[in-house]
């Protein structure tokens, strides 16, 4: 619902619907309108200056009173979550704000306001916490020669009234209608790799990886009944050396390792063949999609070439004009992040190729492994760019023209537009990309940090939020065989993201992999991008002690929550880095209702429906009805989660009663059904008021389902009798519950199974 003409800069004030969102703000603050009648109304927020700067910081007045969920850069290349109630809480490096005002909306309904900070020209905009509760503007181009002192369009607030889903989806349409530099998750085609599992060789091995290993990796997923359909051969593949002339050349006083730097386009001697130097990592490719099935493989390379850049000098390299540049870390990423002040990237430099010729890089690099059978490329190492701007106009202005270029060969080269965005969290390439659809959501899955398992969840979750308007969120891989697998495998299969796992050659988990992947190698996932509940939005899962994380999905015919205990560690404003902090050992309980599947309506079949849903919980195998409104109680320690399927009800007839569940022993059971229609009979004609009636047969539900394994239903009463095709097949009810089950025990002869219960 639109909030006409609400949102507006007056006497000092930024209202909303007559409501003060922040107070105090300087005559140096000035607005311009920006659309109405659309999901949000909004306002673009700029600022004067008496100089010309590089850098600017101007308050924006006062925000108190208010609770807000902030994605902030808690490190140069990612973003985490942090809540609070006032403006000084906002960390430095805030990128999307999310503000609730109880009952400031028309007739008394909660009000969502949506603060976006822009890239405006040359200069890329973020939010931090002044002095007591300031909110501050903070504009900056990342070049000292590129100086502005006005700026009309740094900030976009939008507001909407009652749906903070819609404010934000709302508000970065908005921006994509004015600014026109980048395009939305829905307007994207989304490469085949995220309806299949895959795997990525990293965890398995780091930059060790060699063809003979990859193969043994895709080799024992195979034999366990889990085959990936796609893997991504990640770091170590390319041809690389540190500025030393020889290995064994001392290197002085220094103790820092030495930073590799691309040396060339083809792969390294661990892929080649002595007895056919041509073939490289073709062979590879070819090994893995005839032998083992796969339908795509991906490899990794920097957005630089590689970590140091491309090596000035490298002999076949020239063309691409590389030269030593050294970062400049920006003020608010310092503040968060201080150890890249010194890290080996920012003491050694990259080899910057220029942005005249990094097209040629691209296109020469994807070209050759597009014929190699290559389908696509994880592009990581994004961020570094904004450091790099001094002398090319600016850190949005280099960015700018690194993506046009990588956008180009990608869609020239990779046609099912493959390609995975990773350590990219600034607005400077967001607010650019149009091309890329899949961006890594968080920070790493880090298999041997055991603080870093729950920040991991909580971060995917409430990153999602932003980053999912503008991409697909990739959950990141991991490790099956790992004492928190199912805590990350469950999150990952509801996650709507990609599903892939980082295991070493026969360290699996195949019970769980099972609950993830079908036998063809194939995922249920859902439709959308998953976050949190809306009652989760502005509590704090991994700092409060006291709040559970509910996240969910949508699938055609269901909705699916996810409860996670991510209490114990966070990232710390004191430290700058992620630490655990007390918590409880007992268990902390939430409630559940079938409306925190905030779209759940969107998954009935009846226009009328009244509310009331059938929920199954994975970790026990119990069905419940939960009326309309009603909450049930969830209870969990930390590193421990739940996953359940809501299945809005059907009412046929007078006491008939059916809901859709899906693959039971599948995290994302709804995935499964496909198709769902209910047709009335002649014998409901014959009920009564308590549904009493004949020996006829009340209804029909028609149903398509993808997969095999244990397929569950609720009934409000034992079906006469249950159809696979136009076969019979038996099938169990738990009359106190409603729970009927039968088996699929094979996958489909084509795309789906056709299932009929009579009742």
């Known amino acids: ?66 609770r807000f969920m902030a994605c902030f850069r808690f490190k140069l290349w990612w973003m985490t979550q942090r809540m609070g109630d006032k403006g000084g809480d906002v960390p430095h490096e805030t990128q999307f704000l999310l503000v609730e005002s109880r009952g400031a909306g028309d007739g008394g309904e909660d009000a969502y306001v949506v603060f976006l900070p822009l890239v405006e020209g040359a200069f890329r905009a973020s939010l931090q916490g002044g002095a007591g509760d300031d909110l501050e503007l903070c504009v900056e181009s990342g070049d000292a020669d590129t100086r502005a002192a006005s700026f009309e369009r740094a900030l976009f607030v939008g507001a909407a009234e009652s749906d903070p889903f819609a404010a934000i989806a709302g508000a970065v349409a908005a921006v994509r209608s004015s600014l026109k530099t980048f395009r939305l998750r829905a307007e994207k085609k989304l490469p085949g790799i995220v309806d299949y599992f895959g795997w990525c060789t990293w965890d398995a091995f ?57 040396t060339g386009i083809r792969e390294n001697s661990k892929f080649q063949h002595d007895d056919d130097p041509g073939a490289g990592i073709k062979t590879l490719v070819k090994a893995a999609k005839e032998e083992y099935g796969l339908k795509y493989v991906y490899c990794w390379h920097a957005i630089t070439g590689y970590w140091g850049g491309v090596r000035p000098g490298a002999a076949g390299t020239e063309h691409y004009r590389s030269a030593m540049q050294f970062p400049k870390i920006s003020p608010g990423v310092a503040e968060n992040d201080p150890g890249m002040k ?76 493959g390609i995975i965005a990773c350590m990219s969290h600034n607005t400077d390439g967001l607010y650019c990309s149009k091309q890329t659809a899949v961006v890594r959501a968080s920070d790493d899955f880090f298999p041997r940090d055991p603080m870093s398992h729950t920040i991991h969840i909580a971060a995917v979750a409430y990153n999602s939020v932003f980053l999912g308007e503008f ?106 880095k992620t630490m655990f902090h007390q918590t409880g050992t007992d268990a902390l309980t939430c409630g559940v209702k079938g409306s925190d599947v905030h779209l759940i309506s969107e998954a009935a079949t009846d226009p009328e429906w009244n509310g009331d849903c059938a929920v199954y919980r994975h970790a026990s195998g119990d069905l419940v009805v939960l009326p309309n409104g009603t909450a049930m109680p969830v209870s969990l320690k930390v590193l421990e989660q739940d996953i359940l399927t809501v299945s809005p009800i059907k009412d046929l007839a007078p006491g008939f009663r059916f809901a859709p569940i899906g693959l039971v022993d599948m995290f994302n059971s709804g995935g499964a059904v496909e198709g769902l229609t209910y047709h009335l009979l002649d014998g409901a004609k014959l009920l009564d008021n308590n549904g009493c009636t004949s020996s006829e047969a009340v209804g029909l539900v028609c149903m398509e389902v993808r997969g095999c394994g244990r397929f569950g239903a609720y009934s409000s009463v034992k079906p006469r009798k249950c159809m696979l095709g136009s076969a019979l097949v038996k099938f169990s009810y738990d009359s106190s519950s409603g729970l009927v089950i039968l088996q699929l025990d094979d996958m489909p002869k084509e795309r789906v199974h056709k299932i009929v219960v009579e009742l």
């Open 342 to 417: 010194t890290d080996w990237i920012t003491a050694q430099g990259v080899g910057l190729m220029h942005p005249r010729a990094v097209y040629t890089f691209y296109d020469e690099q994807h070209a050759y492994l597009a014929a190699a059978g290559v389908d696509g490329v994880k592009v990581d190492e994004q961020c570094i760019l904004e450091t790099l701007g001094a002398g090319h106009g600016g850190r949005a202005q280099l960015t700018r023209q690194y993506h046009q270029a990588l956008d180009a060969s990608v869609a020239k080269n990779f046609p099912e537009n």
């Open 471 to 576: 991409m697909l969120p990739d959950w990141d891989m991991f490790h099956s065989l790992h004492p928190a697998g199912e805590y990350h495998g469950s999150a990952r299969a509801i996650s709507g993201g990609p599903v892939y796992v980082s295991d070493a050659p026969g360290k699996h988990n195949f019970e769980l992999l099972k609950k993830i992947v079908l036998p063809d190698g194939s995922v249920l996932r859902a439709r959308l991008p998953c976050r949190p509940t809306k009652d989760c939005l502005f509590t704090d899962p991994a700092r409060d002690g006291v709040s559970l994380l509910k996240i969910w999905n949508m699938n055609k015919f269901t909705g699916v929550l996810g409860v996670y205990n991510c209490q114990g560690a966070a990232w710390s404003s004191v430290e700058k």
């Open 206 to 262: 780091y930059q060790d990886v060699t063809q003979e290993g990859v193969e043994a990796g895709l080799r024992s997923l195979v034999a366990g009944g889990a085959p990936p359909k796609f893997v991504i051969i990640d770091d170590g593949w390319q041809s690389v050396g540190t500025d030393q002339s020889s290995p064994d050349e001392p290197v002085g006083e220094s103790k820092q390792q030495q930073l590799p730097r691309l």
């Open 1 to 66: 619902m639109t909030i006409a003409s609400s949102v507006k800069l007056a006497g000092g004030s930024l209202s909303v619907c007559g409501w003060t969102v922040l107070s105090g703000v300087p005559d140096a603050v000035v607005a311009s309108s920006a659309v109405a009648g659309g999901a949000v109304d909004g306002v673009f927020l700029g600022a004067n200056f008496a100089e010309p700067d590089s850098r600017h910081v101007v308050s924006l007045g006062a925000l108190r009173g208010v």
